[in-house]
């Protein structure tokens, strides 16, 4: 008898089913097995094999300041994503590249200064050892910037980074170690339900796991399976886009550089070289005519994006930090996925209310590997038990939208304002 043959003896309890094996999904699957549940996780290709792997591995504490929408809950969440990768790196299920290198925000102008920089400076949540840096000190702190080319600085030391795809992979060796069970390359095309319950997910081969409870972590995929019970979520799925340049050198201890004036620029060390990306790389799905109801790629291939990313991008970069300048555009690779904005910007957890055993985690808002963790562990325990003990599980439940969402176009319209320099502005304009 085959592993799978035993995992599905019908003499025993029915699993709980995970479909989507991105970092959200593995992480509910983990916090499932902690509960003690017997679990079987599902994707369309392979495990960690999605959007996760795109994903640009930094992680920090972003409701500190940042994020001007989210409140304790995210910090809270925040938290619990870097203490638990640090515990994945520590268990030895595999290499996850994580070290604690902080986060530094820099303007590069005066009005960026007066904006971007006391948010930080003035937040509840400012995390010990954070503090404001002049030029002088932030090019201290990050190797090759050149202070000429800043106004200011902000740093966080608390903030990680990690491998989205070596983490992943240490996680899914976690979970098989578990027990957990893979259905890998198995598309799930519907759920099952009976009396207003879920019963199991049918496949693409028209096989049904049954199961007695389902947590939906299939990102931009979700809203196909949960349509035919009248419940659609208020995202809109946009490509998202970054570059990677070959090695020249650069010491593994540059903190995540984030930028807010400039399209949201990030950068952060990738092997020797850099990995970034800011605005220009990213397209809602809507605007090349999907409509909700298409399945995007699992990795998308938009060039276009890419290259009006290196032609925006390359010249700040080069200025920001002079020695990568020759590593620009030069054998340079790119990653492209798929992310979940959503409405209002914060996280979907919670119980379906149209289908009884059915959890939706939803919405990664372009920080699923931040999150990951903590909305897992929710997803996990609002499957178990009903309620969780990390954070404020009301502010992700589903059911705070209607029932019927409104377009992807409109969603975008409904978003707030990503910057808290540009919702004051606005406010005071209206």
Do not use: C
Not at 211 to 233: I, Q, Y
Not at 247 to 272: D, K, S
Not at 382 to 410: H, I, K, N
């Amino acid at each position: 008898m085959s592993e799978t043959d035993r995992n599905y003896d019908r003499d025993m309890p029915s699993p709980t089913v995970v479909v989507g094996a991105g970092i959200i999904g593995l992480s509910t699957a983990w916090h499932l097995a902690e509960l003690g549940q017997r679990v079987v996780v599902v994707d369309s290709g392979p495990a960690a094999g999605g959007t996760t792997t795109a994903g640009a591995g930094f992680v920090g504490l972003w409701a500190a300041g940042y994020a001007w929408y989210w409140n304790e809950s995210e910090r809270d969440v925040e938290q619990y994503g870097i203490d638990f990768y640090r515990r994945l790196a520590e268990s030895g299920h595999g290499p996850t590249g994580y070290r604690q290198n902080g986060n530094v925000w820099l303007t590069v102008t005066d009005e960026g200064r007066a904006d971007h920089i006391p948010p930080f400076e003035e937040h509840r949540f400012r995390p010990a050892g954070a503090r404001t840096l002049t030029p002088a000190e932030a090019a201290d702190l990050v190797p090759g910037l050149d202070p000429a080319a800043v106004t200011a600085g902000f740093f966080h030391p608390d903030g990680i980074q990690i491998s989205a795809p070596d983490t992943a992979a240490a996680l899914v060796g976690a979970l098989r170690a578990r027990g957990v069970t893979f259905r890998e390359h198995t598309p799930v095309t519907g759920l099952e339900a009976r009396d207003g319950s879920v019963t199991g997910v049918r496949t693409a081969r028209g096989e049904v796991i049954d199961a007695a409870k389902v947590v939906l972590a299939a990102g931009s995929w979700t809203n196909t399976l949960l349509a035919p019970f009248g419940r659609e979520l208020p995202t809109v799925r946009v490509v998202a886009s970054r570059l990677v340049t070959k090695p020249f050198g650069l010491p593994g201890t540059l903190p995540t550089l984030m930028l807010p004036e400039l399209q949201g620029l990030w950068i952060r060390e990738h092997r020797g070289g850099l990995t970034y990306g800011a605005g220009r790389g990213y397209e809602p799905l809507f605007v090349s005519g999907a409509d909700r109801r298409t399945e995007p790629a699992r990795r998308p291939v938009r060039p276009d994006l890419l290259d009006a990313m290196r032609e925006s991008l390359h010249p700040i970069v080069a200025k920001l930090l002079p020695d990568a300048a020759s590593a620009l555009g030069a054998d340079e690779t790119a990653t492209q996925g798929v992310v979940s904005m959503t409405a209002d910007r914060n996280f979907i957890v919670g119980a379906v209310p149209e289908v009884a055993g059915l959890v939706v985690a939803g919405g990664d808002n372009e920080s699923g590997v931040t999150h990951g963790p903590g909305l897992g562990r929710i997803a996990a325990e609002l499957s178990v038990t009903g309620t969780t003990t990390l954070g404020d599980a009301s502010r992700y439940d589903p059911a705070r939208f209607p029932a019927e969402a409104p377009s992807e176009q409109d969603v975008v319209g409904l978003m707030p304002a990503r910057r808290e320099a540009d919702a004051r502005r606005a406010g005071a304009a209206a």
